[in-house]
């Protein structure tokens, strides 16, 4: 019974099929090819784009521990002064624009996208969304609390360094030095040794740690050496700036070399 | 009077403060405000206090949750000002006409904020006039009306006997002879202050029963004002209590001679080691360093579940609106709209064994940052509600601070110091077993490792620890039972910074979180030594008693300590995991009332039984 209900169905179909055949027999060619071009014209051009976009990453990531002064930045990259003054970040700040002290110049300038991820542990998940874009990572550190929270710093930046994404695609990062206005802040080279001697220390607990996180993460530097910098695949620079004062010269100059302009 | 004044956006740029009110607060209230009442999922609070050196804030807050913008008001906590929720939402209203997210500065609004303020004053200068009037007429009807919707609110903990005799003599002495006080969870600190009389108190208990949240600081005022011939009685038992239980002395029921002291530990300890076969303490890999595989299930599941919810509960608006709205994404989240949604989702959070208390506060937190959002494009609010849930979740059981403890102990080394844990819990929640664990672990990362049993009062303690010893290897610091654990911690850390053991694990004896003379006798215990981790161990089939363990412990911790700085509950210990089957709800109600993260699951009772928690698959299992 079933396969004669299957057998009446089949022959439907097929008798269908037959009909359609010679609707579109019927149909006059031209009008059959330009209807197929224009459905399939958009869906080609669609992907085209898709592929060219896909390849462009024009956004910078402001990252850093809490309280270490990225909405500042953030706010004097965007308005040239941060305005009223800013409190612990919930949520993160985007926006695309042309930088403030570009305005000033001629000619087209292409925006850029720059996010600033809160730096509070419990958001720490929030940072992993924009990885995957990033043309470039600022770590921002406080130079003038910089001692206390040297081993938080170290391991967030372990973390990062560390991350699929910015190993893959060898992510530049810069380490940005922050409060340098402050008459007790500490240099840059101060700053940078002391990170990689904890960097070095985390290394070898870390390895002992995930013999099988290793699909998350990679090991840094060279094995046997005390851990560099230099050693890194990706580039990374450090530099000073001064948020409140707006002397934040160098962290343009690291924006516009990896955005194209 | 009002310290200051602030608007500011969710992501850390501030748009307003009021010029008037110049004075620079001392501390960092925001930050504080920000860091652990915000983002600890507590907004659903009404307000949060702030303690510095030399003033004592309180602040209260209001979202506007389309916007992103957040308004706080601080003021002296000293200071009963009754108008402030009244002015930071009539300075919502005004601010959103003139706000556009492109701008920055806001000058204008002083002068509308001036007048907000003159309004405000004025109005609850009117409120306080009409409630002193009425005080005196409605004492009888209000009090009879209170004590009847306070006892129908009673939710599942508060044990106290809600006797409501129809009291119609109006005698208030009566009423308050009738109540009996019972162990209350915050720990009664009986006021002696008392208000004029019962009406005001009974009049703000009709209005906080509106809000359906049982509001346990008007029930204890309440309770202190009928408290007054009950409280003698209380502080002489609780008195007593203390003298009868500092020594305990073996009651002698006749003239016989003492007993010899009962103590049957081995003889042979020291050689026992030749005698008991060392079992290999190589049983492998620690679960600790296994990766977990997360099944991706498919959320369909739980979709169809909820919509049923949905759809029972929400016939309010009309089933054609409600769907074209969701459709074209316009509709307003109204605290309305929110109720069942959250409703459903509160009973599915206890249904998995969170407590009562924290899946409530957990409700109104969420409701808190979706109220006045505009719903997107094709969801339901249901949808929208449990994805807001469950990046609440993912925040709060995200650790605030590392938990990577390989990494301290690699620090303490470099110092030439021990790294000292202490395992702290209720009776019976598995401290030794897992102590041996994260002995077991410590050991297979090349750390050594000491115990140290301050266990001296249950009978079987220090052998249980020496058994585990023996097996692992490692040694073992103990004196053998009655003695003050305190002393023979210090002890032991001493020794150990002699034989050069890079962790010492303290175990110490099970105990009652009301139990005063042993929370002392921990406080003592923690204060001497000061530890570096002080880990809470509590077992996964613990319910609504999570929360009072842990803030008790906590409590006493703070008070008993006669250092500045206390050390608190540093972490969390989760047994018994395999007990469970998917009711997970202990990890966040232990989390959420303590803030400490969980460093540690036990999921058995085997040395390879202890593994990291995983977040992303205990959200999930909670919201399934």
């Known amino acids: ?261 | 009077m009002l310290e200051q004044l602030l608007i500011f956006t969710r992501g850390g740029l501030i748009l307003w403060t009021c010029k008037e009110l110049g004075n620079a607060l001392k501390g960092s209230p925001i930050d504080t405000l920000i860091r652990s009442c915000l983002l600890e999922e507590r907004s659903g609070a009404a307000s949060y206090n702030y303690d510095a050196p030399g003033a004592a804030y309180t602040l209260k807050w209001t979202f506007h949750n389309e916007m992103g913008l957040v308004f706080v008001a601080v003021y002296q906590r000293i200071l009963h000002l009754l108008y402030v929720d009244d002015l930071l939402a009539m300075m919502k209203q005004e601010f959103l006409e003139i706000y556009d997210p492109k701008r920055t500065v806001y000058n204008d609004f002083d002068d509308v904020f001036r007048q907000l303020r003159k309004e405000a004053e004025a109005r609850a200068e009117e409120m306080k006039k009409s409630k002193q009037v009425s005080q005196l007429t409605n004492s009888n009807i209000g009090k009879n009306q209170g004590k009847v919707q306070k006892s129908g609110l009673r939710g599942g903990n508060e044990k106290k006997s809600g006797r409501v005799s129809g009291n119609d003599d109006g005698d208030g002495e009566n009423l308050k002879g009738q109540k009996t006080e019972n162990g209350h969870a915050n720990g009664n600190h009986i006021a002696t202050n008392k208000s004029p009389s019962m009406g005001i108190v009974n009049r703000t208990e009709n209005g906080s029963s509106d809000t359906g949240a049982f509001n346990v600081n008007k029930l204890q005022k309440l309770r202190a004002k009928g408290g007054k011939k009950t409280d003698t009685v209380v502080n002489k038992s609780s008195k007593e209590e203390p003298k009868k239980k500092m020594t305990k002395k073996n009651r002698v029921w006749n003239d016989s001679p003492e007993e010899p002291k009962l103590d049957f530990t081995d003889p042979v300890s020291e050689n026992g080691e030749e005698n008991i076969a060392v079992v290999a303490a190589d049983e492998g890999e620690s679960m600790m360093d296994k990766e977990e595989i997360i099944s991706s299930e498919s959320e369909t599941e739980e979709d169809e579940e909820a919509e049923k919810d949905g759809k029972v509960e929400t016939k309010k608006k009309g089933w054609f609106s409600s769907m074209f709205q969701s459709i074209a994404g316009n509709a307003n989240l109204e605290k309305a709209d929110l109720e069942p949604a959250l409703k459903a989702l509160k009973d599915r959070l206890m249904t998995k064994n969170v407590a009562e208390e924290i899946a409530e506060k957990l409700c109104e937190s969420v409701a808190a940052s979706l109220e006045g959002k505009k719903l997107a494009s094709f969801t339901r609010i249901s949808s929208t509600v449990q994805a807001a849930m469950e990046e609440a979740l993912v925040r709060i059981l995200t650790p605030r601070r590392s938990i990577d403890i390989l990494r301290d102990v690699h620090a303490a080394k470099e110092q030439r110091k021990p790294y000292v844990v202490v395992f702290v819990g209720v009776n019976g929640v598995g401290k030794s077993t897992n102590l041996a664990k994260v002995a077991y672990w410590l050991q297979q990362h090349e750390v050594n490792v000491m115990m140290a049993a301050c266990d001296t009062f249950r009978s079987g303690a220090v052998e249980q620890l020496r058994t585990h010893a023996r097996r692992l290897q490692i040694p073992i610091f103990e004196k053998g039972y009655e003695k003050d654990p305190a002393i023979v911690a210090k002890e032991a850390i001493q020794e150990a910074t002699r034989n050069g053991s890079d962790v010492v694990l303290v175990d110490t004896a099970g105990r009652m979180q009301d139990n005063e003379p042993l929370m002392r006798a921990l406080s003592k215990l923690i204060y001497l030594n000061n530890p570096d981790l002080v880990l809470f161990v509590g077992e996964a089939l613990v319910g609504n008693d999570a929360v009072d363990q842990l803030s008790k412990f906590n409590q006493k911790l703070a008070d008993l300590s006669t250092s500045p700085n206390p050390s608190l509950i540093d972490g969390i210990l989760l047994t018994k995991f395999d007990t469970i089957d998917d009711k997970v709800g202990a990890a966040l109600s232990m989390v959420y009332i303590s803030g400490a993260p969980v460093m540690f699951v036990g999921c058995g009772q085997s040395y390879t039984d202890l593994k990291k928690l995983n977040i992303k698959s205990i959200v999930k299992t909670l919201l399934k």
Do not use: W
């Not at chain 1, 706010?75 to 009223?84: A, E, I, T, V």
């Open chain 1, 1 to 261: 019974m079933e396969t004669d209900g299957f057998e009446q169905l089949k022959n439907q179909i097929q008798e269908l099929l037959q009909e359609a055949e010679q609707l579109i027999l019927q149909i006059p060619k031209i009008q059959l090819y330009t209807a197929i071009g224009v459905v399939l014209l958009p869906i080609f051009l669609f992907l085209l784009v898709r592929l060219f976009k896909r390849s462009k990453h024009n956004t910078i990531v402001l990252t850093g521990l809490s309280g270490s002064g990225k909405t500042v930045l953030f706010y004097q990259l965007r308005d040239g002064s941060f305005h009223q003054g800013t409190v612990t970040s919930m949520e993160p700040n985007e926006g695309t624009f042309v930088l403030h002290y570009e305005m000033s110049k001629k000619g087209k300038i292409k925006p850029v996208h720059i996010v600033d991820v809160p730096g509070h542990s419990r958001l720490r998940p929030k940072l992993d969304a924009f990885l995957p874009q990033a043309a470039g990572i600022v770590f921002v550190v406080d130079a003038l609390q910089f001692l206390p929270n040297c081993r938080a710093a170290s391991e967030y930046l372990y973390e990062i360094l560390t991350g699929a994404s910015v190993v893959r695609k060898k992510i530049p990062v810069l380490i940005l030095c922050n409060k340098v206005d402050k008459v007790t802040a500490h240099t840059k080279e101060f700053i940078r040794k002391q990170l990689e001697k904890e960097i070095d220390k985390l290394r070898t607990s870390r390895t002992a740690l995930s013999a099988a996180d290793i699909a998350n993460e990679y090991s840094l530097g060279v094995p046997g050496e005390a851990f560099a910098f230099s050693q890194c695949q990706n580039r990374v620079t450090v530099t000073e700036a001064s948020g409140l004062t707006g002397e934040i010269s160098q962290l343009e100059l690291f924006i516009r070399e990896h955005v194209k302009a």
